[in-house]
């Protein structure tokens, strides 16, 4: 029997199975590692993408009224960017592709798997701490306050300083790639995009080790592959996906 449609293995055999459905932004935002991870996956998905005028009609249609939302083949609706990432990281196999030395990018290890999610929230922590200054109406102050955040002392230069302290020089938790390692990837060059206005373009060189996660992960041929297809002409933001 095939297996079920919600657990597809790194390269599906099953030709007629469905399609994930990820319905986002055309922003590299929150949807960005869900996005990787089926891409490093080869799980067949759809990319639905939209702007921020269609957002209030598409906020009646979801589950809380937000966005990722992911339609799995089975056609249930998937929500919570961070709990759709750790399911995909559970379907998706890394490294050799045999049984001794593959990995699931979610460890299966208890510790580890505590250790990655821990230092997913903690980045969480840096983004949280930008979002109220989108609430800021002048232009200039806004640049200002953001500007502050990661200015020496300021409060996400603290945090991220304190993250620096805590990854590895090559990997966000252990010795091997995981969903961490994405989730760093995908947050920490969006911080750095041109989505911010006033967030310093260059501030990722304060955190040499930050900095060589994100040449690590951008590295893997498979991801320079998908970020090589993107026309930067038409979306700018994706420019330091492709650096």
Known sequence: AAAPP???PVVPTCAAAMAYTVKYFGLPALAEPIRLLLHLGKIEHVDETFGFKEWPDIKKTTKWGQVPVVIAPDGMEMTQSKAI???LGKQVTWGRQ????SK???PCDARLAFQVDEMIDAMEDVRMKIVPTFAIKDPAEKEAARKALFADGG????LL???ESFVGDK?????????ADIWYYCVLNFLRCGFFDGLP???LGKYPKLQAIVSNVGSIPEVKAYYAKKDVKQEPMYSVFVE
């Open 104 to 106: 699931k990018l979610y």
């Open 98 to 101: 045999n049984l001794f030395f």
């Open 171 to 179: 990997f966000v938790c252990g010795n091997t790639l995981t969903i």
């Open 201 to 203: 373009k260059d501030y």
């Open 161 to 163: 300083r304190k993250l």
């Open 85 to 87: 990432t750790r399911f």
């Open 6 to 8: 919600l657990s597809p």
């Open 155 to 158: 409060d996400c230069d603290v």
